[in-house]
């Protein structure tokens, strides 16, 4: 009988409260106060909301989840914090995939001269960080019979096309495979119906995984907030495009789609001064992209990766 | 789900405040660990947005906008002028029309470089092949050109000349994959624009020229590295 009442206590006995006052015991209570002053601690910035994030951008829901009020209000928002923040007077759009259209584009290798008019487009017309003249392209000076991109250098400085080189523009693929999709992991970029891989920059928390994850070294960081003089400031916005992006997010190319959706060429493409880049509509037949993919020798980058890009390059 | 990506965006807040020190940190790691946990236990529903095979058909969508805008090709205006080495009071270069001189002139069908000249094409450089001057030029009306057969053709239409020899470029140029463009990739919304063959290309020396790059992005993973 002894015995089983023993037992019993033993049972019901909590793992700290009612033991003996034994070193054992004091250590478990130190242990867990410090453990619930350090969780404490750790999360107390999150009970409140940060002096220069309003309400309303604190609320603010998923791309996804907005209702079209919503997006009024917050492009309101955005566009009176770029007048604030920039001087400039923007108009902040949205516009949706084109239905039936799937975007292609192409980069003949032999006409590429490598001049960098496409990087200076891309910078002016996505209101890219003057301070380190950010870009979506990245031209890579090859040697020839080399694909190496290792072995590609983006800082020459000499007259374009040397002898036994060949230019490559690196931007984002579009992957209809895309691993920086697959590792973010807070949904905050994803691909839409036309091919094209967005970002929501106010959902985006910055964690740079998908930088990681891009086999391309397409994905761009806001180390700083940009800086852009008021003139330079590119007003015909799009929300999951160009408009100034907040410090501490991913961007990345998007084939212009404040542009290429309206059905306009991108920046890039209208500023080559060589003629080397193709862009158009994959699933229409008589589409220039098309013509290319059917008469030329075409490749992507890194194949074997299975990203599957809806980025080409070919040679003449 | 919804619990943890509001974390995430609370996450976000932190960090864009600008001063995150250790603690949130490893909070935030920690947050991370426990939706990634979630995240893995309830996988997220296919994305709604991934292409899906139910889309109409883009020819279907196409038949009904059948009005396409034009691809506009712009076109060399006017016959060309020479310059004749003089400039006027205001020290712009003065030029004159082929046909000034050439009206009265005999043309030399043996000339093939402009080094052959005493007077005026003297700086004019010419590297295009075995060609000479009267393959392209017309000797019977310097305003104009013409084509292998003798055939007269306006300057405006120079490029039926070049395609003369540089099919291959032509039926590119045909299909938007050489020469570039500007405007709507999407011709059911607007034009196309392109340039003609001597807007890129000089025609005495067709080859594209150098050209020194004038941007470069900084990028901040080569600021240690040294090319």
């Known amino acids: 009988m002894t015995d089983t009442n023993d037992r019993d206590k033993k049972k019901i006995s909590l793992p700290i409260l009612q033991q003996p006052s034994t070193r054992r015991t004091a250590l478990k209570i130190a242990g867990v106060t410090l453990g619930l002053a350090a969780f404490g601690k750790a999360i107390s910035p999150l009970m409140v909301i940060p002096e220069n994030v309003s309400l309303s951008e604190f609320l603010q829901q998923h791309y996804k989840e907005l209702s079209e009020d919503d997006k009024k209000e917050i492009f309101a928002r955005l566009e009176s914090e770029a007048k604030e923040n920039y001087g400039a007077n923007v108009s902040i ?66 007259t374009v096309p040397q002898d036994d080189k060949y230019y490559m523009p690196v931007q984002c693929q579009q992957c209809d495979n895309p691993p920086c999709v697959t590792v973010c992991p807070v949904e905050a970029t994803w691909k839409e119906d036309d091919g094209i891989v967005v970002v929501d920059y106010n959902w985006c928390i910055g964690c740079r995984y998908c930088e990681a994850a891009c086999p391309y070294h397409a994905r761009r960081f806001n180390w700083e907030q940009p800086e852009i003089p008021a003139d330079e400031v590119n007003p015909n916005q799009g929300y999951l495009s160009n408009r100034i992006r907040p410090q501490g997010t991913m961007e990345k190319c998007h084939y212009c789609l404040h542009r290429t959706r309206e059905g306009r060429a991108p920046a890039c493409l209208e500023a080559c001064p060589t003629g080397a880049r193709v862009f158009g509509d994959l699933n229409d037949p008589d589409s220039d992209i098309n013509w290319v993919l059917k008469n030329k020798r075409v490749f992507v980058l890194k194949e074997e990766l299975g990203t599957r890009p809806s980025f080409f390059y070919f040679f003449d | 789900m919804r619990f943890s990506v509001d974390i995430s965006r609370l996450i976000r807040r932190v960090r864009r405040r600008g001063s995150v020190n250790t603690s949130v940190a490893f ?37 009904e906008s059948a009005k396409l805008h034009p691809v506009v090709i712009r076109k060399p205006t006017g016959p060309p002028r020479v310059l004749t080495g003089q400039t006027d009071a205001h020290g712009n270069p003065i030029t004159v029309s082929c046909s000034t001189c050439h009206s009265t002139r005999k043309p030399n069908s043996k000339t093939k470089s402009t080094k052959d000249l005493n007077e005026f094409h003297g700086s004019m450089v010419f590297a295009h092949g075995n060609l000479s001057c009267l393959s392209c030029h017309n000797p019977d009306d310097y305003d104009t050109l013409k084509l292998a057969d003798n055939t007269r ?25 050489h020469g570039g463009m500007t405007g709507f990739w999407d011709r059911s919304r607007g034009p196309k624009f392109k340039n003609n063959c001597i807007d890129c290309h000089n025609p005495h020396t067709p080859k594209f020229p150098k050209m020194q790059p004038d941007f470069k992005p900084k990028d901040r993973f080569l600021d240690k590295v040294d090319h």
């Open chain 1, 93 to 158: 759009s949205d516009p949706k995939p084109i239905p039936g259209v799937k975007f292609g584009y192409a980069i003949n290798l032999s006409k590429c001269n490598g001049n960098g008019k496409c990087m200076e487009a891309c910078n002016q017309e996505n209101n890219h960080h003057r301070g380190v003249d950010q870009s979506y392209i990245r031209v890579l000076e090859m040697t020839k019979g080399s694909m190496d991109m290792e072995q590609g250098n983006t800082t020459y400085d000499h």
């Open chain 2, 27 to 63: 909070g935030a790691a920690a947050l991370v660990v426990v939706f990634a946990g979630l995240a893995w236990i309830f996988p997220p529903p296919e994305n709604q947005n991934v292409s899906g095979q139910e889309d109409p058909l883009p020819s279907q969508l196409r038949s």
């Open chain 2, 153 to 177: 053709i306006e300057y405006r239409d120079v490029m039926t000349l070049c395609a003369q020899c540089h099919g291959q470029q032509k039926r590119e140029f045909d299909h938007g994959a």
